[in-house]
């Protein structure tokens, strides 16, 4: 990774010693499930070249692989755990929570585990917000639900103080942090306050960013679902589009810094026509531009659909400068901006087109996981339970190279995770969609 330099040791809070109360092996084909060991590690950097020689690498460049260890650091009927899910709303956050209630439940004997309402706010005792007793039968229906059953909201991680204070009064062992960016940065400042006070808390983090943004993350969970739901978006927009005379289908999908969600929408329907993404810079005049080619489209096949991710853009419209209470850009909204520049353009040309805008965002991030989301988030869940157990703090639980494995924070948060213009990815969409390379007068 550019400019980042590669350090995955994991923190721990101390010696593991106590039997682990999970019953699994140690002996290989003997038809049980084996435990995982420190020393088990997948390499990050895969790529190499015919002429390469192998090499060898330190620890520290090295994946830790998740998963149960055989002797644990925490005594389970003294452990105090509390779970929080920050930021914006996503697919599978129930699932995740569910996940973590049942394997601390019935796999640890953990039996005080609580949830703390509305993000970082419910460890603020200004905002008198009630605690939430979380057990098997709370958590047993939830992963059919969209949403949080704890709620949740942005910001209020840099109350750092007032956050400890309250893990200390509780007497907390595990924080379980379920939320993006933003969320585990504020995760990090609250183990900085805790290793200043001497406190024995461990801190892991489930990634939840929608947008599949965080770094040395293959994958997070809810975005298998979003893509499933943003492609019947883009299913009506063509049916709209393709019945009507010159017809535009515009749908706009998440992606404040990444296109994720639109480069694999776009792959998995076959219907976009061109896809805008934050990490392409693109313009509307000239005879290289959108608005240019687009005419040129319905010239030749009467109807066009474009799919444009809400982070795209914003050089065309100055951005609006705002951020939200995670300190997230805020981007200007481009859908309108789209849809107004367009009708103008073909108004001017005097060209007849029939216009349709679809924003489906809130219903996306609404709904509950798809079925192989809700695998993941399970499989994320049980994992970040093994982890915090056995005493690793500052950590979130990842898959990279489908192996699940341990991220320090800082690793995940260093950078953000985009579309690489000249990677793989991207060179299908133009190959899905048949747009040209770059939007741009040279």
């Not at 776009?266 to 687009?294: K, Q, S, T, W």
């Amino acid at each position: 990774m550019e400019n980042v330099k590669l350090d995955f040791s994991i923190d721990v809070l101390g010696r593991a010693t106590i039997r682990s109360p999970v019953p699994l092996s140690k002996q290989k084909d003997d038809y049980i499930a084996n435990y995982v060991d420190d020393e088990q590690h997948i390499i990050y950097d895969i790529e190499t070249g015919a002429d390469e020689q192998a090499g060898t690498y330190p620890e520290s460049r090295l994946l830790e692989r998740a998963g149960p260890r055989e002797k644990i650091y925490f005594d389970p009927p003294k452990v105090r755990a509390g779970l929080v899910t920050c930021g914006g709303l996503c697919p599978g956050l129930n699932d995740v929570i569910r996940a973590i209630v049942m394997c601390l439940w019935y796999r640890y004997g953990v039996r005080r585990i609580f949830g703390f309402r509305y993000g970082y706010r419910g460890l603020i005792p200004r905002f008198n917000l009630p605690l939430m007793e979380l057990t098997p039968e709370r958590v047993l229906d939830i992963h059919r639900k969209g949403g949080t059953i704890l709620g949740s909201s942005r910001g209020y991680g840099e109350g750092v103080e007032e956050i400890v204070d309250s893990l200390e009064r509780m007497n907390i062992s595990i924080l379980f942090t379920i939320g993006g960016d933003g969320t585990q940065k504020g995760a990090l400042r609250i183990s900085e306050e805790i290793k200043k006070r001497g406190l024995k808390i461990a801190m892991v983090g489930v990634p939840k960013t929608i947008d599949n943004d965080l770094s040395f993350v293959q994958k997070s969970f809810g975005f298998e679902t979003a893509v499933s739901k943003a492609v019947d978006a883009v299913a009506a927009a063509h049916v709209e589009a393709s019945n009507a005379i010159n017809g535009v289908g515009i749908v706009k999908v998440m992606g404040r810094e990444s296109g994720f969600i639109a480069a694999h929408t776009a792959l998995a329907n076959n219907d976009v026509n061109y896809v805008l993404i934050p990490e392409v810079p693109f313009e509307l005049e000239g005879e290289n531009g959108l608005l240019r080619h687009l005419q040129e489209r319905l010239k030749r096949r009467k109807h066009a659909v474009i799919l444009v991710a809400e982070g795209a853009g914003q050089h065309l419209m100055g951005g609006s400068g705002a951020v939200d209470a995670s300190g997230n850009r805020k981007p200007a909204d481009i859908g309108d901006f789209l849809r107004e520049r367009i009708a103008a353009y073909f108004k001017e040309k005097q060209i007849e087109i029939n216009l349709k805008y679809i924003d489906p965002s809130y219903i996306i991030r609404g709904a509950p996981a798809n079925s192989n989301d809700s695998i993941y988030c399970a499989r994320l869940g049980t994992n970040a339970v093994h982890a915090a157990m056995a005493g690793k703090s500052d950590l979130i639980i990842s898959l990279v190279h489908n192996y699940l494995v341990h991220v320090p924070i800082r690793m995940a948060v260093s950078r953000k995770n985009n579309v690489h213009p000249d990677g793989g990815l991207w060179r299908s969409v133009l190959e899905a969609t048949g747009q040209p390379a770059l939007l741009k007068n040279r």
